[in-house]
């Protein structure tokens, strides 16, 4: 399906989702050593949780600008470098604040990842393809969290949740030398003339600000932020649930939450083909159509999914119906960057994507916080599993009212 010279470019955008997550979700495989070892609170420890995406979503946006502007060759490549130092230097830290300055700047080296893999991806693929390139390569993010359990917890129990650190940047390290080696920001010859013909370029320049005012990309970033608010929940506080709700043991915790990362793992892979292959049969309706039909009933499937899951009983139903959710929610990952490619000119590409990732990714500091103090002040997590599945039932019924093809009459606007 792919050329050589792309598929290249799918594999290392793979592993570095595959690295950013295995970063990612490690401190939420070794909280619960974490916090026995400096002695945190629920609350402090959803603080932490929390601090990631402060540098996270601020560098969304402003990592897209870099691609945009510099290239995202190399915004991918000082991002990489970045966030693996600050994974390992998680090992260095002796209480709440230090693990906060850690996760902030740890946050502000990962935030360009996905505005930069949008715009690779805008370089090197046709419209037909892009979606499927983009759940491909954005695939690897499910996968990382799933062999993370096991590393992570295995190190943890074995030496220590240090080690588990160190190693992560190592492997990322490694990652950022073969990035630049073998991968050029744009192709060549009648690869570059293949993706230029169906890439649309408006007649007159669009100012960036056009876009981050309209509806569409605002109610996309929207029902992202529901989205995300479902991931960060199972991203940072799934582990600790299993273990504090149901009484699971560090070591079967490690294996469980393999189940739900693989299920996203095939939805993610499989949502952009998807899209793509729904975007040719209602071809008559438009593209964003196709977009939407997909964003909105996954999304509402995974959202009465998580909320369910809150309310039942046994560890079993639980991990399926969270299972379930993830699956269904990261059916829609490609989706929230295709509709950019598909409203947004290619000057624009990485900033807007970047835009909206900052705004989607606020949910990353409101959710996990906000899910602590809730656990603190009730002694469930029933509340917090209710409200993720309500939030994304709003979202996903907004993207059918908000999101609409935008008309880019720049002259009647400025």
């Given at each position: 399906?792919?050329?050589?010279?792309?598929?290249?470019?799918?594999?290392?955008?793979?592993?570095?989702?595959?690295?950013?997550?295995?970063?990612?979700?490690?401190?939420?495989?070794?909280?619960?050593?974490?916090?026995?070892?400096?002695?945190?609170?629920?609350?402090?420890?959803?603080?932490?949780?929390?601090?990631?995406?402060?540098?996270?979503?601020?560098?969304n946006?402003?990592?897209?600008?870099?691609?945009?502007?510099?290239?995202?060759?190399?915004?991918?490549?000082?991002?990489?470098?970045?966030?693996?130092?600050?994974?390992?230097?998680?090992?260095?830290?002796?209480?709440?604040v230090?693990?906060?300055?850690?996760?902030?700047?740890?946050?502000?080296?990962?935030?360009?990842?996905?505005?930069?893999?949008?715009?690779?991806v805008?370089?090197?693929?046709?419209?037909?393809?892009?979606?499927?390139?983009?759940?491909?390569?954005?695939?690897?993010?499910?996968?990382?969290?799933?062999?993370?359990?096991?590393?992570?917890?295995?190190?943890?129990?074995?030496?220590?949740?240090?080690?588990?650190?160190?190693?992560?940047?190592?492997?990322g390290?490694?990652?950022?030398?073969?990035?630049?080696?073998?991968?050029?920001?744009?192709?060549?010859?009648?690869?570059?003339?293949s993706?230029?013909?169906?890439?649309?370029?408006?007649?007159?320049?669009?100012?960036?600000?056009?876009?981050l005012?309209?509806?569409?990309?605002?109610?996309?970033a929207?029902?992202?932020?529901?989205?995300?608010?479902?991931?960060?929940?199972?991203?940072?506080?799934f582990?600790?649930?299993?273990?504090?709700?149901?009484?699971?043991s560090?070591?079967?915790?490690?294996i469980?939450?393999?189940?739900?990362?693989?299920?996203?793992?095939?939805?993610?892979?499989?949502g952009?083909?998807?899209?793509?292959?729904?975007?040719k049969?209602?071809?008559?309706?438009?593209?964003?159509?196709?977009?939407?039909?997909?964003?909105v009933?996954?999304?509402?499937?995974?959202?009465?999914?998580?909320?369910?899951?809150?309310?039942?009983?046994?560890?079993?139903?639980?991990?399926?119906?969270?299972?379930?959710?993830?699956f269904?929610?990261?059916?829609?990952?490609?989706?929230?960057?295709?509709?950019?490619?598909?409203?947004?000119?290619?000057?624009?590409?990485?900033?807007?994507?970047?835009?909206?990732?900052?705004?989607?990714?606020?949910?990353?500091?409101?959710?996990?916080?906000?899910?602590?103090?809730?656990?603190?002040?009730?002694?469930?997590?029933?509340?917090?599993f209710?409200?993720?599945?309500?939030?994304?039932?709003?979202?996903s019924?907004?993207?059918?009212?908000?999101?609409?093809?935008?008309?880019?009459?720049v002259?009647?606007?400025y």
């Open positions: 399906m792919f050329a050589k010279g792309k598929l290249s470019v799918i594999i290392l955008l793979f592993l570095a989702g595959v690295i950013n997550y295995l970063d990612r979700s490690a401190l939420s495989i070794a909280a619960p050593f974490i916090q026995d070892d400096l002695t945190l609170s629920a609350t402090q420890m959803g603080i932490i949780f929390s601090s990631f995406s402060v540098g996270y979503a601020v560098f946006f402003l990592g897209g600008v870099a691609s945009d502007r510099y290239g995202a060759k190399l915004t991918l490549f000082v991002a990489m470098i970045v966030w693996s130092l600050f994974s390992g230097a998680v090992a260095l830290a002796v209480g709440f230090s693990l906060i300055v850690i996760r902030i700047l740890f946050g502000m080296g990962e935030g360009p990842l996905s505005a930069t893999i949008n715009k690779m805008n370089n090197w693929f046709p419209a037909d393809q892009r979606a499927s390139a983009i759940g491909l390569t954005n695939s690897g993010t499910p996968l990382g969290g799933a062999i993370s359990g096991p590393i992570v917890g295995f190190i943890a129990i074995a030496y220590s949740w240090k080690v588990s650190f160190i190693l992560i940047m190592i492997i390290l490694i990652w950022a030398v073969l990035w630049w080696k073998f991968v050029k920001e744009k192709p060549e010859g009648t690869a570059a003339a993706t230029a013909v169906q890439q649309e370029q408006p007649k007159e320049k669009i100012p960036l600000t056009f876009y005012k309209q509806k569409t990309v605002l109610f996309t929207f029902a992202f932020f529901a989205y995300n608010y479902i991931l960060f929940f199972f991203l940072t506080w582990p600790s649930y299993l273990v504090k709700a149901h009484g699971v560090v070591k079967d915790m490690s469980i939450t393999v189940i739900p990362w693989v299920l996203g793992f095939i939805g993610l892979a499989a952009g083909f998807v899209s793509d292959y729904v975007r049969k209602f071809a008559a309706k438009g593209t964003l159509f196709s977009r939407k039909v997909v964003l009933s996954c999304l509402f499937v995974s959202a009465v999914c998580i909320g369910v899951a809150g309310i039942v009983s046994t560890t079993v139903s639980a991990v399926a119906l969270v299972a379930l959710s993830v269904f929610l990261y059916l829609t990952g490609a989706i929230y960057w295709a509709i950019v490619q598909d409203v947004v000119d290619q000057n624009n590409v990485g900033s807007v994507g970047g835009f909206m990732h900052f705004l989607a990714n606020t949910a990353g500091i409101i959710g996990p916080t906000l899910t602590g103090y809730l656990v603190d002040t009730s002694g469930s997590f029933a509340s917090a209710l409200l993720a599945g309500g939030l994304a039932i709003v979202a019924l907004t993207v059918i009212r908000f999101v609409r093809p935008i008309v880019k009459k002259s009647q606007t």
